[in-house]
């Protein structure tokens, strides 16, 4: 047990990769005050823990009912993940955060789409949450210390989410621009390796 439970730590860890979404959060958040960014960050983290617990609990079961594959799902998280990161690059985000950064409707529709889903609880974690709940075979006890990890590894996004503002800082506007199309280039890549994956998952090669 305390194998998978190792195991499942360090998959979930580089899988969700806490310390690569600190700056990703950066650029989706540019421009907002820092108690909607907090709240930005918390929401997300909530929002990406239900969607990869479900997953863990119910996600085999519920894909092979809709009869929806994995495959299906990395090409449209790719596409959605694809049209922000164009936004990202050029700057086209900048006038609707600025509106959204005292609408807390604002504010949730980032944490929910795309910080929460696909860049948290994207088709990788899902995918991993799916074979590690499997490792468990059942077992209760197994399940719930995999929630345990789960909450630590997306606790730990949090705390990196709040020192956001910090780094903002340090960066200055300048830096925040050039970091922000870098990131936006760099997600645009990421969304393209999500559809190939896809696609070469669904042709069987």
């Known amino acids: 047990m305390t194998e998978k439970l190792i195991s499942a730590f360090i998959t979930l860890f580089v899988v969700i990769d806490p310390p690569g979404l600190g700056p990703i959060f950066i650029g989706l958040t540019k421009g907002l005050p820092a108690a909607v960014k907090r709240k930005i960050g918390w929401e997300a983290s909530v929002i990406a823990f239900f969607v990869l617990a479900g997953s863990a609990l119910f996600g085999d079961a519920l894909l092979e009912k809709l009869g929806i594959s994995l495959s299906a799902f990395r090409i449209a998280g790719g596409l ?94 300048q830096g925040q621009t050039v970091l922000g199309r870098l990131l936006g280039v760099l997600l645009a890549a990421l969304a393209v390796q999500y559809v190939a994956d896809g696609i070469l998952a669904l042709s069987g090669r």
């Open 80 to 173: 959605l993940l694809f049209a922000i990161a164009f936004e990202m690059v050029f700057e086209r985000r900048v006038e609707r955060k600025t509106d959204q950064s005292g609408d807390s409707g604002g504010a949730a529709s980032i944490a929910a789409f795309p910080l929460a889903i696909p860049l948290m609880a994207g088709p990788g974690a899902i995918t991993a949450m799916v074979l590690l709940a499997g490792r468990m075979n059942g077992d209760w006890r197994g399940l719930s210390l995999l929630m345990v990890i789960l909450a630590i590894i997306l606790g730990s996004c949090v705390l990196l989410f709040h020192l956001s503002t910090q780094l903002e800082r340090l960066l200055g506007p």
